[in-house]
Each structure stands twice: as C-alpha cells, then as structure tokens.
C-alpha cells in the first residue's frame, strides 16, 4: 500500500508526523494498527466515536438494512428515516419537533444557517471567537479563527463575531466569577453596533470543542438568550461534537437551561456512519418551503438504522450517566497530575470531554506548543491516542474517548500521560 501523502490532497495532516499509523479495527475504546499495536484511545475520532469502535448493535442494525434496501432519497419515506426523526424528537430539548436529516455537520449547519435565514426574512449571524462549525463555505465563514480561513476568503458577508467564553484566556481581560458575564452582555452592544439589525441567528457551541474543549459557563446561555428574545434572533445550538451523551447530558445546552430555536447534531449520531440533522421548532420549519435544501443521501436508510441503532445503544448502555460519571473520574485523576506537573495550566470540562491546557508558565500562560506535541509522541510510543497539541493554540489535550471506555483504561491513559509529562517537562 502506498503512503497517503502519495494518493491524497494534503489537507490532513498525520496524527504524528513520525510514523504513520494504518488503522486495521477498533473494538470498545481501543483501536488496532495494521501492525498490531493495540491503542487506548482518548480521542475518539474527533469525538465522534461515543459508542466505541463497531458497537456490535450497529453492526448488526446496518447489515440488516444493508440487505433490505440502502439507498432511498427524501422523495419517499423509509420506516428507519421517520422512526430516527421521532427518535431525534424525543430525546432533543421539547419545542424541538421538526427534523431534517443531512451527512455532515458542515452540512447540517449551513442548513441550519439557511433556514434561520428562510425563518426570520434577515441574513447577518453572530457566532464567537474560537468558534469552528465546519469547512464548507458558509459554515467556514462562521469560524472564530484566522488559521482555518486564510488564504479562503473571501468569506460570507454579514457574519459578525464576538469574544466567546475561554474563562482561562478571557478576550476582556476579566476574572470569572467576578465577570458578571460580560462576555455574554456584550452581545447587546455587537447588535447595536455591529450590524445593520438583520440578524438571523446567533450561532454558538455550548462548549468550544475544536479551541480546546471549552465550557461555557453557568448562566451564559441564559443571559444570551435573554437579549436575542428582545431582538427576535433565533438560537442556533451546534452540537456536533457535544451532543450524545458527551458532557453528561444528552446534550450540552441541557446544562445550561435555555431552548434554542435550532439544533444541530452528526458525528456520534451515526455510531460511526456518515449522519446529522437539524432539529427545529416547528415555527422556525415552517417558514421553509418544499426543496428549499436537499440533499442525495440525507436521512437514507443505512445511515438512519445506524443512527437508530447508535442512539439505541446510548440509551440502553446509560451513556449519559457513564460519561458524567467517568468525567467526574478522570477529571479529579487529571487535577492530581496538575498538582505534580507544572506544565499543566488549567483543566476543564464535562462529561467526557476535557480540556488539559498545557502551559511554559502559569502566570504568563504562554502555550505550550511543542511540549504538547511531544506528548503526544510519547504516548502514542506507550499505547494511548492521546490528542494533544490541540487548540487554537496547539497547547491542548482535547480528551474525548469513546464513552465505553473503562475505568481501568482510563487508569492507564492517565499514568502514561503522567510519563509522558515527565519526560517532556
Ligand atoms: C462544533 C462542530 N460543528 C461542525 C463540525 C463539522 O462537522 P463535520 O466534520 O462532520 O463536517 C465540527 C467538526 O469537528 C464541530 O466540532
């Protein structure tokens, strides 16, 4: 077999520069090379991997409907597309009770950009720095962050961003709790200022995955939507890579207490299938018409029996609670390394995902860039896909691991991390 780098557009860089690793199967939290090394993994294909590696249910679930029938666009209905719609239904925030399935989340969310747009008759968006939902043209441009769109533009008109809310790296030079949310006020001021007050929607991740696994904090959502009420701006929640159990919820903005007007949901609602959807108050759905947005292989039947199956499997493996729980686990083991390691700054999270943000110092902050690379290094050679390097600033241990991951694995992720900051530090 050739080297990638000889068959592929280069936009993918390698894990790790040193040794490219051919992926052979995965089963649980543990994925296995060509060569047969085995590797913990806590990153979960870019958290899209909650039920592990070929949960056998999914399997079983895309193979029968595999020899039934895979391929049926939207002109008709398939038992498994309207039963994942209810299901979606079901399990998303109530008032939420249209569905529109799509492939990616890219793609769901320029849907959902395009359907905020339909709803309210405006075309500005406010999204937040660090923010990243996806690389299509629309969702790109809503990306919080100069180095995914340089040399791309030039990007959507109307888009407006805003100081998001990394606490640890606070763009207003504030301390929270002492804050008072100021980040999230200050959306009244982006309204009044910034915009020619056609704003359809304000996007946002309830915690920034892709800057490094960022909550936001308690009461930011609230105060937010209070001020897009007052101008009428529909809430777009983009939990692609928070939804399914991930935090410790189903899905994150449950956290935070508010109901936004869309929702958007891919990666683990597949069980490993290319899935995602929109999830939209009917009021909003509404104001869409007939072949507004279509897409080949939306909501086809192989990726609905998976999702199906997928969401099936989180519920019946009480992943919600696993992930609060197993969160709450590996984050009290990860405060302890912060004690013994001073690289590390500052460790955050929910559920099962976690940010380790490593440090030169802790007063200056200044990233640790290259130290986190080379741990990264150092645990692959010791069995652990450990995603660090990460973060806008390359100085991030994204964590995100299969939600079936045990303690014990957890256990050895952990100390080999803590060796790994040994011989970096
Ligand atoms: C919050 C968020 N939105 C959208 C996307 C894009 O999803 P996809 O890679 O399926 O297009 C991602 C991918 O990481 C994401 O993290």
Redesign the pocket.
């Known amino acids: 077999m050739q080297s990638r780098s000889d068959v592929f557009i280069p936009f993918i860089k390698p894990f790790i520069a040193e040794k490219e690793i051919v992926v052979s199967h995965g089963k649980g939290a543990v994925v296995y090379d060509t060569e047969g090394n085995s590797y913990i993994d806590m990153f979960g294909m ?2 899209a991997a909650v039920q592990g590696y070929s949960h056998p249910k999914i399997v079983e679930a895309v193979k029968r409907q595999a020899e039934k029938i895979m391929h049926v666009t939207y002109d008709f209905a398939t038992e498994p597309s309207v039963k994942l719609a209810e299901k979606l239904i079901e399990i998303t925030p109530e008032g939420l009770n249209r569905v529109y399935l799509l492939n ?4 769901a ?1 320029e849907a959902a950009v395009y359907t905020a747009r339909r709803a309210t008759g405006r075309y500005e968006l406010i999204a937040l720095y660090g923010a ?4 299509t043209y629309g ?1 790109r441009s809503l990306i919080g962050w100069r180095g995914y769109k340089t040399g791309g533009g030039p990007f959507l008109p109307g888009v407006h961003h805003m100081p998001s809310y990394y606490c640890y790296r606070c763009s207003l030079g504030l301390e929270h709790p002492g804050c008072n949310l100021q980040c999230a006020r200050l959306l009244s001021d982006v309204i009044t200022y910034q915009t020619s007050g056609e704003v359809a929607a304000f996007v946002a ?1 309830p915690m920034q ?2 800057a490094g696994n960022i909550p936001a904090p308690s009461g930011y959502f609230t105060t937010v939507k209070k001020i897009l009420d007052e101008y009428e701006i529909l809430l777009i929640d ?1 939990e ?2 928070t939804g399914f159990a991930r935090t410790g919820r189903m899905f994150a903005i449950e956290h935070y207490g508010v109901t936004p007007d869309i929702m ?1 949901v ?2 683990a609602l597949g069980g490993g299938l290319p899935v ?1 959807a929109i999830v939209a108050t009917e009021d909003v759905a509404s104001k869409v018409m007939p072949m507004d947005y279509f897409t080949t292989f939306g909501g086809n039947p192989l990726a609905a029996a998976a999702a199906l199956a997928a969401i099936e499997v989180i519920e019946e493996e009480k992943l919600v609670e696993r992930s609060q729980k197993l969160g709450d686990y590996l984050m009290k083991r990860l405060r302890e390394l912060q004690e013994k390691h001073e690289l590390i700054g500052d460790v955050r999270g929910k559920g099962l995902l976690i940010g380790v943000e490593l440090v030169k110092d802790r007063k200056t902050k200044e990233p640790a860039r290259e130290e986190s690379y080379q741990v990264r290094v150092e645990c692959l050679k010791r069995g652990v896909i450990m995603p660090a390097g990460m973060g806008w600033l390359g100085n991030v241990i994204r964590m995100n691991p299969p939600l079936v991951i045990t303690e014990e694995q957890i256990d050895k992720a952990v100390d080999v991390l803590d060796e790994a900051l040994k011989a970096v530090g």
């Open positions: 870019h958290s990616s989340g890219a793609e969310d990243f939902h996806g690389r969702a991740e995955g892709t983009d692609v890579i958007v891919a990666k995602s």
